[in-house]
């Protein structure tokens, strides 16, 4: 029997990117772009206003902290379920934000409980920033 032969090209055409794990400084420059292409002027993610939008309520009776806590290198729990949440922090938890395909649909779910709509990139870089500045 003859081995086959699989092309890295044909692997990667067939896997998707989301299988990848990725940088959370990677996730940062693709929020970027996608910020530049929104708001042509856009003048860079700012660590200080990803804590004031991670702990502030947005007209609703939640923010990001009401689950994961107002220190995201401590573990959290749901609001409602009061299951457990893994530190947020990359720093205390070094898988979080590795996988774009989650933080994308994290974010997406938990932008709408908390202001009612989808985040924009920037709102997402400025708290992607704000987690990548916390030390252990």
């Known amino acids: 029997m003859k081995p086959v032969l699989i092309s890295l090209a044909l692997v990667g ?4 990117p989301a299988t990848y794990a990725a940088s959370p400084e ?4 693709t929020l970027e ?7 042509p002027a856009f003048a860079g993610f700012s660590a200080d206003r990803g804590q004031t939008f991670f702990t502030q309520r947005h007209g609703g009776d939640w923010s990001c ?20 949440i893994e530190p ?8 979080r934000l590795s ?20 985040c924009t990139a920037a709102e ?4 992607v920033a704000y ?5 252990p």
């Open 131 to 135: 987690l990548l500045s916390l030390r």
């Open 26 to 29: 990677a996730l940062l420059a």
């Open 99 to 118: 996988n774009p395909a989650k933080v994308e649909k994290w974010f997406r779910r938990n932008c709408r409980d908390v202001l009612a709509r989808e």
């Open 65 to 84: 902290s009401t689950c994961h806590s107002s220190d995201p290198r401590s573990p959290g729990r749901h609001a409602v379920t009061a299951g457990p």
């Open 88 to 95: 947020l922090a990359p720093a205390t938890n070094a898988v």
């Open 124 to 127: 997402k870089g400025d708290v």
């Open 13 to 16: 055409a067939i896997a998707s």
């Open 33 to 39: 772009r996608t910020a530049r292409s929104e708001q």
